[in-house]
C-alpha cells in the first residue's frame, strides 16, 4: 500500500487549460514537498507547505496543504509545454523523528502545444 | 557548486556481478540519501546516512544491497549479486538538515541482463 497516493496517474492536456493534480494520504504530514521530474533528470524541488491549510503560488503554480495535514493539490493555470514533465509529492512523517521523506509514485504530465 | 555527482550514469551488466554505484554530495550538506526509482514502485527511499552514520537502512530489499559513507564527501551503493529485477534507477540526495530541500544527483540507470 502506497502511503501518499498521487491522481492522475497520468494527463495529457492541451496548452492553455488548467489543471489540478492530487497527493492524498491517511497518515499526517509535518511537511509536504513538491518536485518536478524531468526526463533524464532526478526530481527538483518546487514549494514546501508545513501548515495545513497553508497556500503557496509560484508563476502559474498553486499549491494547497489540506487543513488535516493529510492531503495536497497542485494547480496549473493556463498550462505551457514546459510545464510537462513527472510531478512527485513528498512528505515527511510527524512526530519529530528523523524519517526520510516519502514520495508518492508521481503524475505524469504531458501538455501539448 | 556543482550539485550532486553521481556514477557511472549508466551501467549495463550481467545477472550475478557486482555493481558499485558512487555518489559525492553537496559539501556541507549532512544528509545523504539512496533512492531507487521504477515506474511500478515510483521513487524508494532505500537508506540513508547523517554525519556519515546510517540511519534507517529498512527500504534495502535485502541482504545483497550495501551502502557506505566512508567520508562527508563519498557514498557508495553496491549489489552483490545483481538480479534482473535490480534494474532501475538509483538516485543519490543530499541535503541540510533531513527537513530541508533534498537536491538530487542525475542518477544512474542499472541494467541487469
Known amino acids: 500500500t502506497q502511503l501518499l497516493e498521487q491522481s492522475p496517474q497520468f494527463l495529457s492536456i492541451q496548452e492553455g487549460e488548467n489543471l489540478t493534480v492530487y497527493c492524498n494520504s491517511s497518515s499526517v504530514f509535518s511537511s509536504l514537498q513538491w518536485y518536478r521530474q524531468e526526463p533524464g533528470e532526478g526530481p527538483v524541488l518546487l514549494v514546501t507547505?508545513?501548515?495545513?491549510?497553508e497556500v503557496k503560488k509560484l508563476k502559474r503554480l498553486t499549491f494547497q496543504f489540506g487543513d488535516a495535514r493529510k492531503d495536497s493539490s497542485l494547480h496549473i493555470t493556463a498550462a505551457q509545454p514546459g510545464d510537462t514533465g513527472l510531478y512527485l509529492c513528498?512528505?515527511?512523517?510527524?512526530?519529530?523523528?528523523?524519517?526520510?521523506?516519502?514520495f508518492g509514485k508521481g503524475t505524469h504530465l504531458i501538455i501539448q502545444p | 557548486d556543482a550539485g550532486v555527482i553521481q556514477s557511472p550514469r549508466h551501467e549495463v551488466t550481467e545477472m550475478g556481478q557486482e555493481v558499485t554505484l558512487r555518489c559525492k554530495p553537496i559539501?556541507?550538506?549532512?544528509?545523504l540519501f539512496w533512492y531507487r526509482q521504477t515506474m511500478m514502485r515510483g521513487l524508494e527511499l532505500l537508506i540513508y546516512?547523517?554525519?556519515?552514520?546510517?540511519?534507517?537502512d529498512s527500504g534495502m530489499p535485502e541482504d545483497r544491497f550495501s551502502a557506505k559513507m566512508p567520508n562527508a564527501s563519498f557514498s557508495t551503493l553496491k549489489i552483490q549479486p545483481s538480479e534482473p529485477r535490480d534494474s532501475a534507477v538509483y538516485f543519490c540526495a543530499s541535503s541540510l538538515g533531513t527537513f530541508n530541500e533534498q537536491f538530487f544527483g542525475p542518477g544512474t540507470r542499472l541494467t541487469v541482463l
Open positions: 513528498a512528505g515527511l512523517l510527524g512526530g519529530g523523528g528523523a524519517d526520510g521523506l516519502t
Open positions: 507547505v508545513v501548515t495545513g491549510g
Open positions: 546516512f547523517n554525519n556519515n552514520v546510517p540511519i534507517d
Open positions: 559539501s556541507g550538506h549532512d544528509y
